[in-house]
């Protein structure tokens, strides 16, 4: 049988997410890991590699998936196609419902608020359901552009770490996708004919990382290599694992 060009990308998005399990050590034996599944490609793209990851002996680790709607935003996945999906990976899926009302703190963002408030769900269902990791789908681009937002707006040197282990509670945040670039895993769910999300956030084109973003495209278009330098520089620094 030939190989096809979904075959081939997907050979190199499982190469990248196991070299960031072991650099990281983001995965060990008798992990219980929880993915947020937020029907994007990110997240469903995270799923399946997951999904195949767990079928494998070493490390022997076990993979579920939570959906959190939010009643008040307009921002909606099929949670038909959701559970359709995790269940063709073999994966339990857990649909959850959650509100956050704006109003009540003008000094964060309805994005800082919605994601706070999905957090907060995840977490809670994670303990009682005892996770002992929770994976989220964010990229190598989505850790970049943190990065520069935080040094262009908050005047530090810090982003969201592929290892993030927690002190007071017994759940570290997990990032596999951390060391794949976001046109890989775009052209994998085109590829893979991913359900697109029935409707977008309200917001995702009215915030700091949309410009961020940009400003990344611009410094890559006039240096191609800034996605390496900036990553080496979190590494250095130590920026990517916190215990």
């Given amino acids: 049988m030939a190989i096809t060009e979904r075959d081939k990308l997907q050979r190199k998005l499982v190469s990248r997410l196991n070299k960031a399990v072991y650099q990281f050590r983001l995965i060990n034996d008798g992990d219980k890991i929880l993915v947020g599944l937020s029907g994007g490609k990110d997240s469903l793209c ?3 590699l997951l999904a195949m990851k767990s079928r494998i002996a070493h490390p022997a680790f ?3 998936a939570i959906h959190v709607r939010m009643e008040n935003i307009s921002y909606e996945t099929s949670t038909e ?9 073999g994966v339990p899926l857990h649909i959850a419902t959650a509100s956050f009302d704006a109003s009540t703190d003008k000094r ?3 994005c800082f608020l919605c994601s706070w408030n ?7 269902y994670a303990q009682a ?3 002992n990791k929770i994976a989220l789908g964010h990229h190598q681009d989505d850790i970049l552009h943190t990065a520069l937002m935080n040094e262009l707006y908050q005047g530090s040197f810090s982003t969201m770490p592929a290892l993030l282990q927690f002190k007071k509670m017994p759940l570290a945040v997990i990032r596999p996708l ?5 046109r890989n895993i775009a052209q994998y769910a085109a590829l893979s004919n991913y359900e697109k999300q029935i409707k977008l956030c309200p917001y995702e084109h009215d915030s700091r990382r949309t410009a961020i973003a940009n400003l990344f495209t611009t410094l890559e278009q006039n240096n191609p290599e800034v996605r390496f ?15």
């Fill in 108 to 110: 964060k963002t309805p």
């Fill in 129 to 131: 359901e005892g996770y």
């Fill in 178 to 182: 951390c060391m794949i670039e976001e």
């Fill in 81 to 89: 196609y959701l559970e359709r999906f995790a269940a063709s990976l």
């Fill in 46 to 48: 995270l799923l399946e």
């Fill in 118 to 124: 999905r957090r907060k769900m995840m977490f809670n």
């Fill in 62 to 64: 076990s993979v579920g």
């Fill in 229 to 243: 330098s900036l990553w080496n520089a979190l590494e250095k620094e130590g920026k990517l694992v916190e215990e």
